[in-house]
């Protein structure tokens, strides 16, 4: 392979015309002779600067409303033609095609086009036909050809023109050539995706994924993994799209735990002030109140040893008394829709606390799609976005759920889903008081949620458990009514579950006998 290759004729076609005119008056300077089409080259006669319609290369105008333009011999025999091969400058001598040393090409705004709700006829109209076939002749043929398809790019390439007496290496090649193909692939993958939905393919033969790098993290789960954030494009509000205050760059942990956090608290958006406190990837508190503050004191108070270094997400606008009161414990992230000036000034003494504001909350019931890689594939699921209202309860005991019950089982119910199963949770007036995650048996969880509450009373002091007359949600069924009667040693009064069980009845009636209100929702949430 050739290792540097002079730069004197450009093909530029871009949607995005961030630095363009800069861009191509560098190129410009260096002799390189530029080849455009449509709005890219008026946007360059525009500036003054002088090209060549791809046009006069083909001998065929635009046509089709710019459908075709480039999909020419001219174009891609200029892009493909190998340099040191007999038969391919035969060929090109022949036919009157000059090479191509550069291609600059961003594609249709496809993704953003989807992103805002654009109609089918404009999504359409958004997918790139011949930028593609482009990029991927140029990248292919790296050997002799420079490709850029990112506007973050164009300084590389100066650069590398400066380095190299206007000159590309073949190592900046090859990285180009790998960041072209990435391009097409995820190009592709946006366009399969949104197809699939359109025409209701939920299960489509190939799946495709694909991301664009937001940042290079330290380390994984552990020190010795390695890691990275990619943006999907969704511009779904959250850590992806948040706004960062101050202190240090997010871990993978933390992003993977503020995540946790801030669809929880979404489920409250509307509902008043609600804040929810997460630790490794799980709600140790989570409440509502008159008033953000309120609401944090009553999250708090669930687990405050568990809440010491962990994730605060809050579903309204973060004020100075609310920021006052979580500086009195180490906390590593805190985010919600906006922070107040007084607020961002209280943190701005807590050099590691990270603030992030996003703006907006995510849409809980949204249709998204989870994956999770297993050995030798992935797995693909539609996000958990079931919810229920009190008209979906269905009354199984003798006794019916009070109003505040009702609440508070709705409440419950609404945390449970973001519970690692095998979940319990005991909810009180509209706040956590003890939670129980992720256990092999269910009735383990039940039992470590109630001595947690237990032991979060004894330290503030309180006489009696903070499950006295509680709420008890459970993700799943109960298996037997052991769970069910543990509830109802710790205090609990009402419960809410899916039903389902072969020992339903057993359920039930053990619910009977100890005077309790159960409901059942035919829904599950387990998360595994």
Not at 177 to 186: C, D, L, M, S
Not at 322 to 330: D, M, S, V
Not at 479 to 501: C, H, K, M, R, V
């Amino acid at each position: 392979m050739t290792n540097l290759v002079p730069l004197r004729r450009a093909l530029i076609s871009v949607s995005d015309k961030t630095g363009l005119i800069e861009f191509a008056r560098s190129l410009a300077a260096r002799g390189v002779e530029i080849l455009s089409t449509g709005g890219t080259a008026l946007t360059l006669r525009t500036a003054g600067l002088h090209v060549k319609d791809v046009a006069e290369v083909t001998g065929y105008p635009e046509m089709m409303d710019g459908r075709v333009k480039t999909l020419h011999p001219a174009v891609h025999g200029g892009l493909l033609a190998l340099r040191d091969d007999v038969e391919h400058q035969v060929a090109m001598a022949a036919h009157g095609i000059e090479p191509i040393d550069l291609l600059v090409v961003n594609l249709y705004p496809f993704e953003e086009t989807v992103a805002k709700g654009g109609t089918h006829a404009e999504c359409i109209e958004n997918i790139d036909i011949g930028g593609p076939a482009m990029i991927r002749a140029a990248a292919k043929n790296h050997a002799f050809v420079a490709t850029v398809v990112d506007v973050q790019d164009y300084a590389a390439l100066l650069a590398e023109l400066d380095k190299n007496d206007d000159r590309t290496s073949l190592g900046f090649r090859q990285r180009q050539a790998q960041i072209a193909y990435a391009r097409t692939a995820a190009y592709d993958a946006a366009v399969s995706t949104w197809m699939a939905a359109a025409i209701g393919e939920e299960t489509p033969r190939r799946r495709a994924f694909a991301g664009t790098l937001a940042q290079s993290l330290r380390y994984g789960e552990n020190p010795h993994q390695s890691a990275a954030f990619y943006l999907d494009g969704s511009n779904r509000p959250g850590v992806a799209t948040a706004k960062q205050w101050q202190g240090k760059e997010l871990s993978y942990n933390n992003i993977n735990d503020t995540d946790a956090a801030f669809e929880l608290v979404a489920e409250f958006a509307g509902k008043g002030p609600a804040v929810a406190i997460i630790k490794h990837a799980n709600p140790c508190g989570v409440a509502q109140g008159e008033t953000l503050l309120d609401a944090y004191k009553r999250a708090y108070d669930c687990d405050r040893t568990s809440a010491f270094g962990g994730i605060i997400a809050l579903n309204q606008t973060l004020d100075a008394a609310t920021a006052e009161e979580i500086c009195n414990i180490f906390t590593e992230v805190v985010i919600a829709p906006d922070a107040d000036p007084a607020a961002r000034a209280i943190f701005a003494a807590k050099k590691n606390l990270r603030l992030l504001t996003t703006g907006a909350l995510p849409d809980p019931k949204s249709a998204l799609l989870t994956f999770r890689q297993v050995s030798g594939g992935f797995l693909v699921q539609g996000k958990d976005n079931g919810a229920i209202s009190r008209h979906d309860l269905h009354v199984v005991t003798r006794r019916a759920p009070s109003e505040q019950e009702l609440n508070d089982l709705l409440f419950a119910w609404k945390v449970a889903k973001h519970v690692k199963s095998n979940a319990i949770i005991y909810v009180k007036d509209g706040a956590t008081v003890g939670v129980g995650a992720g256990q092999m048996s269910r009735v383990d969880s039940t039992r470590i949620a109630a001595r947690k509450a237990r032991d979060m009373a004894e330290a503030l002091g309180l006489a009696a458990p903070l499950t006295q007359g509680s709420v008890v949600a459970s993700d799943a069924f109960f298996p037997f009514a052991d769970g069910l009667i543990a509830a109802a040693e710790a205090g609990a009064t009402a419960l809410i579950q899916p039903g389902g069980s072969m020992r339903d009845a057993e359920v039930i009636a053990a619910a009977d006998a100890a005077g309790l209100a159960m409901v059942f929702t035919g829904m599950r949430h387990f998360r595994h």
